[in-house]
């Protein structure tokens, strides 16, 4: 077979070796864009799905604060009541007395787009108002066939959770295919219901969501779907009434995957296929207010319309690419096959060539032992460099013509590239023999025959010039600081290794420049001018200056510059030297910042409010215009701390402050005085009551729940405002008085604002005169005891309790007797709760082991337990102390702790509780039903006895609301295997009642007042 010549296998050989990288390199290039496109294209659907999302649950959100609102309305409860009457007594609403005067208001009430009608319902299930005059209008949502229907279901709700709820969309109305939903409010008359407000929300208010195409091209759409048996019911829009919803259904099985998977309450994106049958970018939502999915979607031919495109764009660039690389390959192979016959030609130019070159050429052919090498030719260069001639150096050995090679180790690289066959150069070598003395450079290669070709070049001059920059040359190379040389004219010539590690220039970069391109612009002009007066006078400067670099960063920089003069004693050159000081100076800074901020929270600390906040005033009182200091503390911060550690606590703040600074304008102030108390100064204010709706802001941010570490934290803040100049002219005085307004708040309820007033001035005055009292009450012992007995149901008054309760007392001996209700909570927020429940827990014990020792004492005491001696590690070491110490055996002593401290920790509370109940003591929950009523962390506590609030006990004879908790509460109790005792009892009716449903024991002023210990003993024993 003929082989192809050489110009066939040169161009088949460039095609292989050319257009096999690029065939893949393309494929790769398509497949990427692919990815990244598909990638984008889900990515778009996904925001927009998100948006509509966000769109569709804000408006059940809005409808639902809607009618929480228009439902605390005062007289909407008055319209219920005479349109409820009017329907009692048959009368037509329009024309009835009582109700038409409310018709005006009603009718604007829902006069509103969202809204299709407004209806009132009493509490029976009648609605006695429709503000279209529906078929409603008259019904008893209770009787067949309203009683199944969405709004009934939805009254039912509200009346019986008393809560705001909005109803599934379903069919209502005569037109086909109408949805509506309801959103229904109770409304409220004294705490109890007296019916509810519906407002009807059709499904069309929706439709413009799903109608929006934005960021989904022509063929983009939005379906909506709900499950109905074993079918799933498509909702649309379509051209021309974008608003009015389109229904399809389609089996279960037949419905499109996205869709299954949003009815399953999944959320996701892909490309598949929809009802149609045509592949789509989708993505799926389950909207959990509707109970409904949402699939949004673009058709694919759309999406990836570039792909195709790029696909396009890329084969006609590889098929223009193979027609160019044949035709080049067809070129190379004739040049290639012309230059064999060029090379004889060359080979003359080299001879010329070699005689010709100013280095020296030597031509050496190794003997037959590889020992020694034999001349075979030298050029002119190394007949001058050698000083030998050329016809006596033929034909001899290497060393015998140049003794010098042995000790230059030239003649050692000639036998290691003999035998290794690699190329080796010797640099700097000293050559000495009696015709020469002189440093060379060598380079000694093997041919292919096997000779060696040595190329050597003097450089003996070069090598006494280099020697003697070398020094300077090293220093300067070496220096740690930046060193930048410039010519007479202030050119940039020479710069170091240092100065490109600053600058970030390299010298082909700025050679030939001035160095004003490293001029950031920050350093003054009269720094400029002091450093050129310096280097006419003295010839140097050094100073501190502001320099950018390459990347554009600006950086300070210590400088050093001298003029260098030729021996005339002009200017030849100037040398700057450079340091660069950002840390130093970065340093300084943060030292400053230090000074000036909080540390934790980057705001400003207390030292540079007081600085600002005076600042303000005097710009306020010289602009006649006004400021709000706001002082704010967060509320149940401590537990937060306390609980999950000072980390997060530490977490906690720094999010809070960013949410501070989010809420006001860049002129306003915020700061951080400590802990958890943060003030926030908001200048120029034109009218005081502006400083209110950035509070109520404050106020629903701060309150907005805080994801730290995987944990969901709740906190709110209590805010105390005061305004320059009303409640202050000084600085002082307004962080003064926004303190005081403060703690108002946190009196009121906390989570709140409250402005300064006098009173409250006052009332802070009288605080703090009540917390000084107090610690000296706890160092004097001021406190005494009083016992409130406790009853079994059915006993006797008269007789002796089987138990008594240990209440505190404070005997001020100026005021007299002050109620535990002034003196606890502050003894609970200063800390002081804890000396005194130690000292009540002593005095009771020691109380009960005296009247054991006179045998009088009933069969229990009981003591109640603050929050703080809870948290006590030492608790349970403490009880155990004091049972020792008076002597007091199992069941004698009863420790009761409130509902909603037991709950604020359940884990540690259960701990904590089971070691005292190993003690034997019995626990009782005080207070139960008014806080977490927390049903699977009641049967786990170790408790004995639960003790109902008098809240309830109360109004037990008037509210049915109160009788059934107090029964139900009963009921559980026993089911439980707990007694129970009831506080509060001070009617014979009351009485009766909790016996009549079996409740164990009594307490109350019916039974017997709080009396002190003397008064109990002397008593007893006149019974005994």
Same mark, same amino acid.
């Given at each position: 077979?003929?082989?192809?010549?050489?110009?066939?296998?040169?161009?088949?050989?460039?095609?292989?070796?050319?257009?096999?990288?690029?065939?893949?390199?393309?494929?790769?290039?398509?497949?990427?864009?692919?990815?990244?496109?598909?990638?984008?294209?889900?990515? *778009?659907?996904?925001?927009?799905?998100?948006?509509?999302?966000?769109?569709?649950?804000?408006?059940?959100?809005?409808?639902?604060?809607?009618?929480?609102?228009?439902?605390?309305?005062?007289?909407?409860?008055?319209?219920?009541?005479?349109?409820?009457?009017?329907?009692?007594?048959?009368?037509?609403?329009?024309?009835?007395?009582?109700?038409?005067?409310?018709?005006?208001?009603? $009718?604007?009430?829902?006069?509103?787009?969202?809204?299709?009608?407004?209806?009132?319902?009493?509490?029976?299930?009648?609605?006695?108002?429709?503000? %279209?005059?529906?078929?409603?209008?008259?019904?008893?949502?209770?009787?067949?066939?309203?009683?199944?229907?969405?709004?009934?279901?939805?009254?039912?709700?509200?009346?019986?959770?008393?809560?705001?709820?909005?109803?599934?969309?379903?069919?209502?109305?005569?037109?086909?295919?109408?949805?509506?939903?309801?959103?229904?409010?109770?409304?409220?008359?004294?705490?109890?219901?007296?019916?509810?407000?519906?407002?009807?929300?059709?499904?069309?208010?929706?439709?413009?969501?799903?109608?929006?195409?934005?960021?989904?091209? @022509?063929?983009?759409?939005?379906?909506?779907?709900?499950?109905?048996?074993?079918?799933?019911?498509?909702?649309?829009?379509?051209?021309?009434?974008?608003?009015?919803?389109?229904?399809?259904?389609?089996?279960?099985?037949?419905?499109?995957?996205?869709?299954?998977?949003?009815?399953?309450?999944?959320?996701?994106?892909?490309?598949?296929?929809?009802?149609?049958?045509?592949?789509?970018?989708?993505?799926? %939502?389950?909207?959990?207010?509707?109970?409904?999915?949402?699939?949004?979607?673009?058709?694919?031919?759309?999406?990836?319309?570039?792909?195709?495109?790029?696909?396009?764009?890329?084969?006609?660039?590889?098929?223009?690419?193979?027609?160019?690389?044949?035709?080049?390959?067809?070129?190379?192979?004739?040049?290639?096959?012309?230059?064999?016959?060029?090379?004889?030609?060359?080979?003359?130019?080299?001879?010329?060539?070699?005689? *010709?070159?100013?280095?020296?050429?030597?031509?050496?052919?190794?003997?037959?032992?590889?020992?020694?090498?034999?001349?075979?030719?030298?050029?002119?260069?190394?007949?001058?460099?050698?000083?030998?001639?050329?016809?006596?150096?033929?034909?001899?050995?290497?060393?015998?013509?140049?003794?010098?090679?042995?000790?230059?180790?030239?003649?050692?690289?000639?036998?290691?590239?003999?035998?290794?066959?690699?190329?080796?150069?010797?640099?700097?070598?000293?050559?000495?023999?009696?015709? $020469?003395?002189?440093?060379?450079?060598?380079?000694?290669?093997?041919?292919?025959?096997? =000779?060696?070709?040595?190329?050597?070049?003097?450089?003996?001059?070069?090598?006494?010039?280099?020697?003697?920059?070398?020094?300077?040359?090293?220093?300067?190379?070496?220096?740690?600081?930046?060193?930048?040389?410039?010519?007479?004219?202030?050119?940039?010539?020479?710069? *170091?290794?240092?100065?490109?590690?600053?600058?970030?220039?390299?010298?082909?970069?700025?050679?030939?420049?001035?160095?004003?391109?490293?001029?950031?612009?920050?350093?003054?002009?009269?720094?400029?001018?002091?450093?050129?007066?310096?280097?006419?006078?003295?010839?140097?400067?050094?100073?501190?200056?502001?320099?950018? *670099?390459?990347?554009?960063?600006?950086?300070?920089?210590?400088?050093?510059?001298?003029?260098?003069?030729?021996?005339?004693? @002009?200017?030849?050159?100037?040398?700057?030297?450079?340091?660069?000081?950002?840390?130093?100076?970065?340093?300084?800074?943060?030292?400053?910042?230090?000074?000036?901020?909080?540390?934790?929270?980057?705001?400003?600390?207390?030292?540079?409010? =007081?600085?600002?906040?005076?600042?303000?005033?005097?710009?306020?009182?010289?602009?006649?215009?006004?400021?709000?200091?706001?002082?704010?503390?967060?509320?149940?911060?401590?537990?937060?701390?306390?609980?999950?550690?000072?980390?997060?606590?530490?977490?906690?703040?720094?999010?809070?402050?960013?949410?501070?600074?989010?809420?006001?304008?860049?002129?306003?102030?915020?700061?951080?005085?400590?802990?958890?108390?943060?003030?926030?100064?908001?200048?120029?204010?034109?009218?005081?009551?502006?400083?209110?709706?950035?509070?109520?802001?404050?106020?629903? !941010?701060?309150?907005?729940?805080?994801?730290?570490?995987?944990?969901?934290?709740? !906190?709110?803040?209590?805010?105390?405002?005061?305004?320059?100049?009303?409640?202050?002219?000084?600085?002082?005085?307004?962080?003064?008085?926004?303190?005081?307004?403060?703690?108002?708040?946190?009196?009121?309820?906390?989570?709140?604002?409250?402005?300064?007033?006098?009173?409250?001035?006052?009332?802070?005055?009288?605080?703090?005169?009540?917390?000084?009292?107090?610690?000296?009450?706890?160092?004097?012992?001021?406190?005494?005891?009083?016992?409130?007995?406790?009853?079994?149901?059915?006993?006797?008054?008269?007789?002796?309790?089987?138990?008594?309760?240990?209440?505190?007392?404070?005997?001020?001996?100026?005021?007299?007797?002050?109620?535990?209700?002034?003196?606890?909570?502050?003894?609970?927020? !200063?800390?002081?709760?804890?000396?005194?429940?130690?000292?009540?827990?002593?005095?009771?014990?020691?109380?009960?082991?005296?009247?054991?020792?006179?045998?009088?004492?009933?069969?229990?005491?009981?003591?109640?337990?603050?929050?703080?001696?809870?948290?006590?590690?030492?608790?349970?070491?403490?009880?155990?102390?004091?049972?020792?110490?008076?002597?007091?055996?199992?069941?004698?002593? =009863?420790?009761?702790?409130?509902?909603?401290?037991?709950?604020?920790?359940?884990?540690?509370?259960?701990?904590?509780?089971?070691?005292?109940?190993?003690?034997?003591?019995?626990?009782?929950?005080?207070?139960?039903?008014?806080?977490?009523?927390?049903?699977?962390?009641?049967?786990?506590?170790?408790?004995?006895?639960?003790?109902?609030?008098?809240?309830?006990?109360?109004?037990?004879?008037?509210?049915?609301?109160?009788?059934?908790?107090?029964?139900?509460?009963?009921?559980?109790?026993?089911?439980?295997?707990?007694?129970?005792?009831?506080?509060?009892?001070?009617?014979?009716?009351?009485?009766?009642?909790?016996?009549?449903?079996?409740?164990?024991?009594?307490?109350?002023?019916?039974?017997?007042?709080?009396?002190?210990?003397?008064?109990?003993?002397?008593?007893?024993?006149?019974?005994?």
């Amino acid at each position: 077979m003929r082989q192809p010549n050489l110009q066939t296998r040169l161009t088949i050989g460039f095609l292989i070796v050319a257009l096999v990288p690029l065939a893949g390199l393309a494929w790769v290039y398509l497949q990427s864009f692919e990815r990244a496109l598909t990638a984008a294209v889900l990515q *778009n659907v996904s925001s927009v799905a998100d948006k509509k999302a966000d769109q569709i649950n804000s408006f059940i959100n809005e409808r639902l604060a809607d009618v929480r609102s228009k439902a605390r309305q005062l007289w909407l409860g008055d319209a219920l009541r005479a349109h409820a009457r009017a329907h009692r007594q048959d009368e037509n609403p329009a024309t009835a007395p009582g109700a038409v005067r409310y018709r005006a208001e009603l $009718a604007a009430l829902g006069d509103r787009s969202e809204y299709h009608n407004l209806m009132l319902i009493d509490v029976d299930g009648n609605v006695v108002f429709s503000l %279209h005059d529906g078929p409603e209008l008259g019904v008893n949502l209770f009787d067949a066939p309203y009683r199944n229907s969405g709004l009934a279901v939805g009254f039912r709700q509200v009346m019986t959770f008393l809560h705001v709820d909005l109803t599934r969309f379903t069919p209502h109305g005569t037109v086909p295919g109408d949805m509506a939903a309801f959103a229904i409010a109770p409304i409220l008359r004294n705490g109890r219901a007296i019916g509810a407000l519906a407002l009807q929300v059709n499904l069309s208010t929706l439709m413009h969501v799903v109608a929006d195409r934005s960021g989904l091209g @022509q063929s983009g759409e939005t379906v909506l779907g709900f499950e109905e048996g074993e079918e799933i019911h498509y909702i649309v829009s379509q051209a021309p009434h974008y608003t009015t919803p389109v229904f399809m259904r389609a089996s279960e099985a037949g419905a499109s995957a996205p869709m299954r998977r949003a009815l399953a309450g999944k959320q996701g994106g892909g490309v598949a296929l929809d009802l149609r049958g045509v592949e789509v970018a989708a993505s799926w %939502h389950f909207l959990p207010a509707l109970g409904w999915g949402m699939v949004v979607k673009t058709d694919t031919w759309e999406a990836f319309a570039p792909l195709h495109n790029r696909q396009r764009i890329t084969m006609l660039a590889f098929l223009g690419f193979l027609l160019l690389s044949s035709a080049a390959a067809l070129i190379v192979g004739r040049r290639f096959v012309r230059s064999e016959a060029i090379i004889a030609d060359q080979e003359a130019r080299y001879r010329a060539m070699f005689d *010709n070159m100013n280095d020296g050429v030597a031509l050496y052919r190794p003997t037959a032992d590889g020992q020694e090498f034999q001349i075979l030719d030298v050029n002119p260069a190394a007949e001058r460099i050698v000083g030998q001639a050329r016809g006596e150096l033929l034909g001899k050995r290497s060393r015998d013509a140049f003794p010098g090679l042995q000790d230059a180790g030239i003649f050692d690289a000639f036998l290691r590239v003999s035998r290794s066959g690699r190329n080796e150069s010797v640099s700097l070598a000293t050559y000495h023999d009696t015709h $020469a003395r002189l440093w060379v450079e060598n380079d000694v290669i093997r041919l292919p025959g096997g =000779e060696i070709l040595s190329v050597f070049q003097d450089i003996t001059a070069r090598k006494q010039a280099e020697e003697a920059l070398l020094l300077y040359a090293r220093i300067f190379e070496h220096s740690g600081e930046a060193i930048m040389v410039t010519d007479h004219d202030n050119r940039i010539v020479a710069i *170091n290794p240092a100065f490109t590690r600053q600058t970030g220039y390299r010298l082909e970069d700025i050679a030939g420049q001035d160095p004003r391109i490293l001029a950031s612009g920050r350093t003054p002009r009269e720094t400029y001018h002091a450093l050129w007066q310096a280097l006419g006078e003295s010839g140097y400067w050094q100073g501190e200056m502001w320099d950018q *670099n390459r990347a554009g960063h600006i950086y300070p920089k210590w400088a050093a510059i001298s003029v260098i003069r030729d021996p005339d004693g @002009q200017i030849s050159n100037y040398i700057a030297s450079f340091t660069d000081i950002s840390e130093r100076k970065a340093a300084e800074q943060r030292i400053e910042h230090l000074a000036h901020h909080d540390s934790l929270t980057g705001l400003f600390n207390r030292y540079n409010l =007081e600085i600002r906040l005076a600042q303000s005033v005097l710009a306020a009182r010289r602009e006649h215009i006004r400021l709000a200091v706001m002082f704010i503390d967060l509320d149940r911060f401590k537990i937060i701390n306390d609980t999950l550690g000072h980390h997060t606590g530490d977490l906690l703040l720094v999010e809070v402050a960013a949410r501070l600074r989010q809420c006001v304008r860049e002129s306003d102030i915020v700061a951080r005085l400590g802990g958890d108390e943060f003030v926030v100064v908001l200048t120029r204010l034109l009218d005081a009551g502006d400083a209110s709706a950035v509070a109520a802001k404050i106020l629903e !941010t701060l309150g907005t729940p805080y994801e730290i570490n995987g944990d969901r934290l709740h !906190t709110s803040p209590s805010i105390g405002i005061s305004v320059y100049p009303e409640d202050g002219d000084d600085a002082g005085t307004l962080m003064r008085n926004a303190d005081a307004a403060m703690y108002h708040a946190k009196e009121q309820g906390r989570n709140n604002l409250q402005y300064f007033t006098s009173a409250l001035n006052a009332a802070a005055a009288e605080r703090l005169t009540l917390e000084r009292e107090l610690r000296i009450a706890v160092e004097e012992r001021q406190f005494e005891l009083h016992y409130q007995p406790q009853y079994a149901a059915g006993a006797d008054p008269r007789e002796r309790p089987c138990g008594v309760e240990a209440l505190v007392r404070w005997r001020h001996p100026q005021k007299g007797l002050v109620p535990p209700v002034r003196f606890i909570p502050v003894a609970e927020e !200063t800390g002081l709760i804890g000396v005194i429940g130690d000292w009540v827990l002593d005095c009771a014990c020691r109380d009960f082991a005296a009247w054991k020792a006179a045998g009088i004492a009933p069969r229990r005491v009981a003591v109640n337990l603050s929050a703080h001696q809870l948290r006590n590690p030492a608790l349970v070491d403490n009880v155990g102390a004091v049972l020792a110490r008076h002597g007091l055996r199992q069941g004698e002593l =009863e420790l009761e702790i409130t509902e909603s401290v037991a709950m604020s920790d359940p884990a540690g509370a259960i701990e904590k509780l089971q070691a005292l109940r190993a003690l034997g003591v019995d626990l009782a929950i005080d207070d139960f039903g008014t806080g977490y009523s927390s049903l699977v962390y009641l049967k786990r506590l170790p408790i004995q006895v639960l003790k109902l609030d008098r809240e309830f006990v109360r109004d037990i004879e008037s509210d049915a609301n109160d009788a059934a908790i107090s029964v139900a509460t009963l009921t559980l109790a026993h089911s439980l295997g707990l007694q129970v005792v009831a506080e509060g009892v001070e009617t014979e009716a009351q009485r009766d009642f909790l016996v009549s449903h079996g409740c164990d024991m009594l307490q109350g002023y019916l039974l017997g007042r709080p009396e002190p210990a003397a008064v109990l003993e002397q008593r007893w024993r006149a019974q005994d």
